[in-house]
């Protein structure tokens, strides 16, 4: 039943002040948004049972059936033709999801969205020659290619692939934080083909960087009138809505060299395995792989982030992690790293035969060069049993010790006694401390967490996809909702008289969208790479995202001093998470969050840069997003609330060591009255030392210059966080 938690007090009453709006005889709006205020009703009468897909299906209903709001008939025009008849079929046929995914042409579909036409043309020698011929054929090429991109695409010295070069191509990230114009965006296939764009950016003195799917909301990318190397296609990299995470997408994307998947050496039962893989495999092409291994093969990464819409290249480069506090980061689990260095030749550093220069190699923001391959450490394939639950917000992570009752808003507040407080205590702590995958989601303004901690088996019987292919049509389908919200005329209008309109709806139909399972005769069992990605097509959302990682503290002693196994105060954690949910509230009347607060517990760190090194007993990684749309209310909004973060304290009285993540939203913030990059210089000071010792050790081994790396593959912010010496 659709009652999830309420928005904002325990009756629901922002969802009925939207419904007698609606009904109002006085106003139209109710005549722009069809079956909405019936919608609104059945939702908050708990008497009506209002299943999830047809919760979804009536919400896009009323945007078809309205004549006045063209956002439904306008969003589906971003679709192909075999896609919007998907979603008409669902929406305005009202066939079941189940029987539409067998049917969906995802082949045809995904045909009309494959990359530019490949335009064959000979050529063999130094990259600054085929950029020349790029430039008297572009006026050419442009008539064939739809919308006028200058492109072309040349065979590389074996003939075996292409590199496309596009003249002074718009660069924007996909949170559209960072923008600015590169003279040139190469989309290379190949190893060689990147050596010759090193080479050629070598010959005229330009800088040159990397991108895939442009997750980072920091500017970790180019700049203006240099080169962008985009590992992925431009269309799909930048265009949306994306199918990515549709059943069946990876069997339409061209194999190449930078997207390979392979073995090292033979996997052995029970040992770990050795895995290559090229910079431009993507979450979802590499999901798909490992489930597809034959059983003694099997093989998965313990963590991963949820998106599969993210390449391998982007998710390393940042140090991004997962969930668990027995976890590292992604770049922990980094064994070889293949790069092209500043004089085009390709190098390798690995653990085996580098294991000093590891630390600095996995994670090194793409200043030792371009990445092209990396070599990952993998566990034998394990099988994860999820029951997902919705819990009272209070009892999902209590309040800290000092937190008074009376300042947690009333529709949060729930009557527990004290045994009752010390069992969510106790059960918080224990996933927190010791379940394998642990995160918790809290919805602005609902009365529940969505908590998402689980643990993994060996024994694969039971074991079923997840999410199936009905879920995941189902899931893009919510997408498709939260942006016909977003870009609504007649929800805009009801923004406009109740500004928490657009929250209450993201919100409300956000947690009733998380699966949840009580009865542990149902749990989930899926291979773990179906966990570790449970949600998909959340590409298709934009939104801003902020996250520290704040360490996590020993109940005695000193964090310095203090083991793995020594107990943790947990109360640091509640704060944060608190302090978090507190500020949403404090804003409730222009909900400047309208997405999730995220809280996952992570391990420790030796990447040199993580932002996790150093925090012995691990870290509570936490975020809060909200959609794109709220550029303007959320720079200020990310400040109160990382000035809440960044205010915690030990013990002694000292500042925690807490700490941004590195791709997200962090550059233009402020600690203690500071800019953010001067506390990051201060922070991570020795690591910096270390960081650039190593780089020149690496330099000197392997035969190249420290100072004209920096020149070639560094932009304005490392220059100033690595290679900026004080006075």
């Not at 923004?495 to 949840?516: D, H, R």
Request: proline share 6%; aromatic share 10%.
């Amino acid at each position: 039943m659709f009652h999830d938690g309420s928005i904002f007090d325990k009756s629901g009453s922002r969802l009925k002040t939207l419904s007698e709006k609606l009904h109002d005889n006085d106003d139209a709006l109710g005549q722009h948004l069809p079956g909405l205020a019936k919608l609104f009703e059945d939702i908050v009468d708990t008497d009506t049972d209002v299943p999830r897909e047809e919760s979804i299906r009536r919400l896009l209903q009323v945007f078809w059936k309205s004549e006045s709001d063209s956002t439904y008939s306008g969003t589906l025009n971003r679709y192909s033709n075999e896609e919007r008849e998907f979603i008409k079929a669902f929406v305005e046929g009202e066939k079941p999801a189940k029987d539409i995914c067998d049917k969906f042409e995802l082949g045809v579909s995904l045909g009309a969205r494959e990359e530019l036409p490949v335009l064959e043309k000979e050529g063999d020698g130094p990259l600054n020659s085929v950029t020349e011929a790029a430039e008297s054929l572009a006026s050419t090429i442009s008539e064939v290619i739809k919308g006028g991109d200058d492109v072309a695409l040349y065979n590389d010295e074996m003939g075996k692939s292409k590199i496309a070069t596009y003249l002074n191509e718009k660069f924007q990230n996909w949170g559209l934080t960072v923008k600015n114009i590169p003279s040139l965006t190469y989309v290379p296939s190949t190893s060689y083909g990147i050596q010759q764009i090193v080479k050629y950016a070598k010959a005229h003195n330009l800088k040159v960087r990397a991108s895939g799917y442009r997750h980072s909301w920091s500017p970790v990318f180019g700049e203006d009138g240099q080169i962008i190397i985009s590992t992925l296609g431009l269309y799909r990299a930048t265009v949306l809505p994306n199918l990515e995470s549709l059943p069946g997408s990876e069997y339409f994307v061209r194999g190449t060299e930078l997207n390979s998947i392979d073995f090292v050496g033979q996997p052995q039962k029970g040992k770990k395995r050795f895995v290559r893989v090229g910079t431009a495999v993507t979450n979802q092409m590499f999901r798909v792989w490992c489930n597809k291994q034959e059983l003694d093969a099997a093989s998965s990464l313990p963590i991963n982030v949820i998106m599969v819409e993210i390449t391998f290249g982007g998710s390393n480069a940042p140090i991004c992690h997962g969930a668990g506090r027995r976890h590292p980061t992604l770049s922990d689990l980094v064994h070889a790293i293949e790069y092209v260095d500043v004089n085009g030749n390709i190098q390798t550093i690995s653990k085996d035969a580098d294991p000093n220069f590891m630390a600095v190699a996995s994670g090194c923001f793409g200043l030792l060069g371009i990445v092209t391959h990396i070599t990952l450490e993998l566990d034998p394939m394990t099988y994860a049993v999820m029951m997902p639950q919705k819990i009272p917000v209070m009892q999902a992570i209590p309040p800290p010790p000092g937190l008074d009752e009376k300042e947690i808003p009333e529709a949060l507040r729930i009557d527990m006694t004290p045994q009752q407080r010390a069992e969510a205590q106790a059960a918080f702590e224990r996933h927190a401390a010791d379940d394998f995958y642990s995160e918790w989601f809290w919805f602005p303004y609902t009365s529940k967490v969505w908590v998402n901690c689980w643990n993994v088996v060996e024994d694969s019987i039971g074991s079923q996809e997840y999410p199936s292919k009905a879920d995941v049509l189902l899931q893009l389908a919510e997408t498709l909702a939260i942006q016909i919200i977003q870009d609504s005329d007649a929800i805009l209008k009801l923004q406009n008289i109740f500004p928490w309109t657009q929250a209450t709806l993201v919100s409300k139909f956000g947690l009733y969208a998380m699966p949840e399972v009580t009865d542990p005769k149902k749990a989930i069992k899926t291979p773990l790479p179906d966990a570790l990605h449970f949600r998909r097509a959340i590409q298709n959302v934009r939104v801003r995202d902020i996250e520290v990682e704040i360490p996590l503290q020993p109940k005695v002693g000193s964090l310095k001093d203090a083991g793995p196994n020594d107990p943790i105060d947990w109360s640091f954690v509640q704060k944060a998470w608190w302090d978090a949910i507190l500020a949403a509230y404090k804003c409730k009347d222009t909900c400047p969050q309208r997405m999730p607060l995220e809280m996952r517990i992570t391990g420790p760190s030796n990447v040199t840069m993580a932002p996790f090194r150093g925090h012995n007993l691990g870290s509570c990684s936490i975020e809060v997003l909200t959609l794109q749309n709220m550029e303007a209310e959320w720079n200020s909004y990310a400040q109160y609330v990382l000035d809440q973060w960044m205010a915690l304290k030990d013990k002694d009285g000292k500042y925690l060591d807490t700490r941004p993540h590195w791709a997200k939203d962090w550059v233009n913030t402020t600690v203690r009255g500071r800019p953010m990059v001067e506390y990051m210089k201060e922070s991570y000071r020795d690591a910096i030392v270390k960081f650039r010792e190593t780089m020149g050790q690496i330099a000197e081994r392997q035969g190249w210059d420290l100072k004209e790396a920096q020149g070639r593959f560094s932009n304005e912010l490392f220059d100033k966080i690595f290679f900026k010496r004080e006075d």
